[in-house]
């Protein structure tokens, strides 16, 4: 049982790794109770005045969401590949292997999170209040996505 919860949380070598890799799943479970529950119509286009021009399928509220769970999985299924299938842009020899190795988990369980946001707010804020969304958010979701990239070259060009 043991063995198996450690796969299935996509096997953490620290506390971090170990809380990103249980909130990723539960924001995406999160978001499909949530539209499942307020399954509705929704804009599907807006001027450049934010005005609704459109209204879609209540089918098409499912695009966003579906596609956050399987990037969720793509990058889980990542977390379980052998360390020499990881390209991690450095050398790795016996001295670094742990650090790197660390440093190219905590990335992934980073963006691991990072595209979990990115979907639950594709899938929240742009469909149900795309007339009052900021406009500074979808740079504030670029900003979350490169943190976890550049905090990666950092800690390996420190090493």
Same mark, same amino acid.
């Given at each position: 049982m043991?063995?198996?919860?450690?796969? %299935? %949380? @996509?096997?953490? !070598?620290?506390?971090?790794? #170990?809380v990103l890799n249980i909130l990723s799943p539960l924001l995406?479970? @999160?978001? %499909? =109770?949530w539209l499942a529950c307020c399954f509705r119509e929704i804009p599907m286009h807006c001027n450049g005045a934010g005005i609704v021009t459109e209204m879609g399928g209540k089918g098409n509220l499912w695009?966003?969401?579906?596609? @956050?769970?399987?990037?969720? /999985?793509?990058?889980?299924?990542? !977390?379980?590949?052998p360390e020499s299938a990881i390209n991690t842009g450095v050398r790795v020899t016996a001295q670094n292997r742990s650090f790197v190795f660390g440093c190219a988990h905590d990335l992934i369980a980073e963006?691991? %999170? $990072?595209?979990? /946001?990115?979907?639950? =707010?594709?899938? $929240?804020?742009?469909? +149900?209040? *795309?007339?009052? +969304? *900021?406009?500074? /958010? *979808?740079? =504030? #979701?670029?900003?979350? /996505?490169?943190? *976890?990239?550049?905090? +990666?070259?950092?800690?390996?060009?420190?090493m």
């Open positions: 043991r063995r198996a919860l450690f796969i %299935l %949380l @996509g096997k953490p !070598t620290n506390r971090w790794q #170990l995406q479970i @999160g978001v %499909l =109770v695009v966003m969401p579906i596609i @956050g769970v399987v990037d969720d /999985l793509i990058l889980w299924v990542v !977390t379980l590949m963006l691991r %999170l $990072g595209m979990s /946001l990115l979907f639950a =707010v594709l899938s $929240g804020v742009f469909i +149900y209040c *795309p007339e009052r +969304y *900021p406009i500074w /958010l *979808p740079a =504030v #979701l670029c900003v979350l /996505l490169c943190v *976890p990239i550049v905090r +990666y070259f950092v800690r390996i060009a420190r």
